[in-house]
């Protein structure tokens, strides 16, 4: 294996340095664009919570955050915790932040064969449980699934590659998305994998994986389906699950597709960036789908739009797909990669570039498609955000604070 500080780090140091020619070229235009879509309002409180330091408390959370009714908030770091493993960096680790802003590791991984490392994907809470995802580790070092409950933590599977002869690895691997829970089976993503390598969508019970869908571009399989889904899954009440692949399509830019409770498969918006398609279309889907009580998609794409700079869009439950904006770079943010939540007709997020100091930005979205800019961020939140019932708004960055190995922050409206 790689080092594991190069593991960890890998997709988002790919996504940083890929991103930035993009984002250089944006700002260059900018000068030459004014737009009436924008606000900026940055006069709402953020504040850090908590600082990671990158030892025993963990270092570089990569996923988003949950909150309980407590208003005590739980996530992941991909480093940190026993520095003794994972070559002196630490294998990452699951941590609970309370109101009064105390922070408590509640696992720290170890890595090896007995036990994940690298959790990029936050955790989902069910009863007193904890699951959640780890990019490396396990038995075959594909990463696992495991389960973090009081009496500690369980390894409920390894992942595995095609290579592994000794087992049936027609599995996923490597997995940067966490899990959806439904009556005691957890269903995910992983960006490679499967039986030809693109990707699968899996299902786990009582420790069984079964793969639901095997993404198969190009000469391996279907030519027009999706490749590396790097975003989690969305289920809704009949079973459905939904989620994009950032690659693939019949114009190589993403898919949003879906997986019907019967396990029909169908592709329900083929992205189309440049000159292939609809030219200012979104490019990259990498963030998790958010569905209303309506039946409409909503979600971003990290790149593409008219400016390059990533999209927001909508996918009514008609079919109609819309962009409802378009990011121009600058003050207002570039390059959205993480999770949206909405309230009523607002939808808010992040971006993990522009604002005050290029780290991103913390946005909402009206009805009528302005976007205001809450705040610039001091590092840049790759999980997206959560809203609580006062409106406040709280995430993750992966870089920045004292020590920058990231922050745990709040927006008060």
Not at 109 to 120: C, N, R, V
Not at 366 to 383: E, F, I, N, P
């Amino acid at each position: 294996m790689k080092n594991t500080m190069q593991n960890c780090n890998w997709i988002s140091w790919m996504r940083l340095a890929a991103a930035t020619a993009l984002a250089f070229a944006a700002v260059l235009v900018l000068a030459f664009i004014t737009t009436i879509t924008t606000q900026s309002a940055e006069a709402q409180t953020l504040t850090v919570l908590y600082t990671f330091t990158g030892a025993a408390d963990g270092g570089q959370p990569y996923g988003g955050v949950i909150q309980d009714s407590a208003g005590n908030l739980y996530g992941t770091t991909g480093t940190g915790g026993n520095l003794a493993d994972c070559s002196g960096v630490g294998c990452g680790t699951v941590w609970k932040l309370d109101t009064a802003g105390t922070e408590t590791v509640l696992y720290s991984f170890a890595g090896g064969t007995a036990d994940g490392s690298s959790p990029l994907a936050g955790v989902i809470r069910v009863g007193s449980k904890f699951y959640g995802t780890t990019q490396y580790g396990g038995a075959y070092g594909y990463g696992t699934v495991y389960e973090l409950s009081s009496k500690g933590e369980t390894v409920l599977h390894s992942f595995c590659v095609v290579v592994n002869q000794s087992v049936n690895c027609d599995s996923g691997a490597s997995p940067t998305t966490g899990v959806v829970y439904s009556a005691g089976t957890l269903y995910g993503t992983t960006p490679s994998g499967g039986n030809v390598g693109y990707g699968a969508v899996y299902e786990l019970s009582n420790g069984a994986e079964t793969i639901l869908h095997n993404f198969a571009w190009n000469y391996y399989g279907e030519p027009f389906d999706g490749y590396t889904p790097e975003s989690g899954l969305t289920r809704d009440s009949a079973g459905n699950l939904y989620g994009t692949a950032s690659g693939g399509g019949i114009y190589g830019a993403g898919i949003l597709y879906e997986i019907s409770a019967s396990g029909t498969y169908t592709i329900l918006h083929n992205f189309a960036w440049n000159s292939n398609g609809t030219p200012y279309d979104g490019l990259n889907p990498e963030a998790p789908v958010i569905l209303d009580a309506a039946g409409d998609l909503y979600g971003t794409t990290s790149q593409g739009g008219t400016y390059g700079n990533g999209t927001v869009w909508k996918l009514s439950a008609s079919g109609s797909y819309t962009i409802l904006h378009n990011f121009v770079g600058g003050s207002e943010g570039a390059l959205p990669y993480g999770s949206v939540v909405k309230a009523g007709s607002t939808i808010y997020g992040t971006t993990t570039q522009g604002g005050a100091y290029d780290a991103g930005t913390v946005w909402e979205l009206s009805k009528t498609g302005v976007l205001t800019v809450l705040s610039s961020m001091g590092g840049s939140d790759y999980g997206g955000v959560i809203r609580d019932a006062a409106g406040n708004l709280y995430g993750a960055t992966f870089n920045g604070g004292a020590y920058n190995f990231g922050t745990v922050w709040k927006l008060t409206p």
